[in-house]
């Protein structure tokens, strides 16, 4: 019944202060923090500017255990409260600075759940004064609710703390179980436009210690709205802020916290890092509360950006983080552009993501892609991304088509390791790649377009110096196949005058059966890093045919042999690579080509045989190569087959 009682109590002061006009709170209270506090949590919500004195170690030490404390932050829209507690003994470092911990003394807030995500960062001292912020909280906490507070001497210190970042000058992107009795008070962090069914997927992705200081929520909306009436002009203590990672017509993911404390144009805010990145380069936005929201672990509270950005988030340590004002961060345009199976045309959306927030392009473009396609089904999608660069006119393109019962998860993982080929700098040696712009372009196909590796069908005789025909037969997914239930491609593939006669092996294999990458990136500049992914590249659809003479008594382990094969399967590769990234494309799709169909030969099998077996020693391999068009290819094939010698004469009589 009590806590009945003090909730209702509670809901009645908010609902009355709500009803008092911005100037005439202003009139009552100039300096509410260090005004008079008459009982618990009924004082009016503060107004204006909050001046704090700050409070060192060497003062805090002497403090007397169950010395009131105050904590001012936001409970209900953007006015802020006090909210009564004690301390109770500094912690000693863990951190490479002490902790103090504290208790709530206040039934109001107690009553609600004790410290709710949101409220890290929350300035705490004696009136008048701050010597933290709140950072930690007890987990599944029940009364007496503990907290404890990074100094303000730790947050201040990360004023002029020289990031790793500043040091190498880059761009400005990028086992056993212990179970702890403390928690931190972690960051709340909304991402609009991702459905909740698709959060453990999305929790999967955002895997990694950079995230174990937030709490990430889907919501409804999240974009910045328009200022509320009463909302401050001036940025102080107790404040709620939004920093956001990105913002767009679709996803927004921005995390919120309470401001410490403000030195002129800077400020550290939250007691603890929000991703721990040191030098970053985030939107900071004034936000407004909502309400707190209970929870069985711990509460928090709900909290939305609005206006437009007052300045940039520079630095993010384990003490805190540091923001700048009225300086704003550059931002990465993100365009999707996405083409349903029953639109004419395609859906644009347009994104802003921060430097040093890549992880969120992926998210964007599986999330646009998400709601847009208003279901959750198997298909086949194409996508083109294009990446452009400040330090280089140069363009990476990339094409992807996947194949999946959920096409989001696709999209999500291709874009992730396009986006870290460059951001991330380990990866990425280089040189500096500041992403310029972003554009992304998919399409829903209407089939599954999947085929299957069959069967080889040789017509007429395969003889040295000629070119020989082969037909490839696959079976399609049946919503692609035609009225025959398979797909035949015709392969020509030159014999050399040299091949080596008698019985041959000939294969055909979809390229995705090999699963490696024979040339791993090894530039010097950005510039040969982009012309080395785009060779890497290759079509999912490419077929690589290769015909292997099997001699009876082969020489085990010879030397030649060997160095022949490895020759020419990394010239081989080399030229398929090189072939598809100049803009050879094969074939549309149907059934059995005509005669004059064409194949694409991206090996010169007699310039290469020429470089690898010089005159007369014999050729024993060669081969070609084919792309299926829009397709995905699985699976291989082989069959043993005869080569004959040249015998013109003839031929030239069978032909007459």
Known sequence: MKRFLVLAALTILVLGQLGCSPDEEQAQIENPAIGDVTNELNAAPLVGEIELESMYEDEVRRLATKTPVELITAIEGTSKVIVEAEFRRIQPARYG?????????????????????????????????????????????????????????????????????????????????????????????????????????????????????????????????????????????????????????????????????????????????????????????????????????????????????????????????????????????????????????????????AYGQEFAIPIVAAATLDAIRSEISAGTIEAHVEISFKETDNVYTKSFRSISPDPYEAVLANMKVIVESFTNILANGAGRATIDEVNIYIADLPYILHTEIKDIHVIGEVKQGEEATFVLETLPHWSAAGQNRKMYREVKLYIPENFVTGPANLSMAAATEYGFNPFAPSSESLDQLIGQLKDQQFDKGLVLATLAALEEDPEPEDPYIEGLLEDFFAKFFEAVFEGIAEGGMPPGDGEMPSEDGEVIDIVDEEEMMEELAPTPRPISITGTALIINRFIVTGKTEIELEVLPADVEVDTEATE
């Open 97 to 353: 600075f002490p902790l103090y911990e504290c208790v709530l003394t206040d039934e109001a807030v107690t009553a609600l759940g004790g410290a709710a995500q949101g409220m890290s960062g929350s300035p705490v001292g004696i009136k008048g004064r701050v010597f933290g912020a709140l950072a930690y909280g007890d987990e599944w906490a029940a009364t007496p609710h503990r907290f404890w507070v990074t100094p303000i001497d730790a947050m201040e210190a990360t004023l002029d703390h020289t990031t790793f970042g500043e040091f190498l000058n880059p761009p400005a992107a990028p086992g056993a179980v212990i179970n702890s009795t403390y928690t931190t008070i972690k960051t709340p962090v909304t991402i609009s436009g991702v459905d909740n069914n698709r959060l453990q997927q999305l929790s999967s992705y955002l895997q990694g210690t950079q995230f174990n200081s937030v709490e990430f929520y889907s919501r409804i909306g999240g974009a910045p709205a328009a200022p509320p009436a009463n909302a401050p002009k001036n940025l102080s203590a107790g404040d709620m802020i939004g920093v956001f990672a990105a913002t767009g017509d679709i996803v927004n993911i921005g995390g919120f916290g309470t401001v410490t404390q403000v030195y002129g144009d800077k400020f550290v805010a939250f007691g603890h890092d929000m991703f721990r990145e040191g030098q970053v380069s985030m939107p900071v936005y004034r936000a407004v509360v909502h309400g707190i929201v209970p929870s069985t672990r711990i509460p928090y509270k709900s909290s939305s950006a609005y206006g437009n950005p007052i300045g940039t988030i520079t630095k993010d340590l384990r003490a805190g983080i540091v923001g700048e004002l009225g300086k704003l961060p550059p931002m990465i345009p993100v365009k999707v552009a996405y083409h349903p199976v029953n639109s004419r045309q395609p859906i644009e959306t347009n994104h802003k993501v």
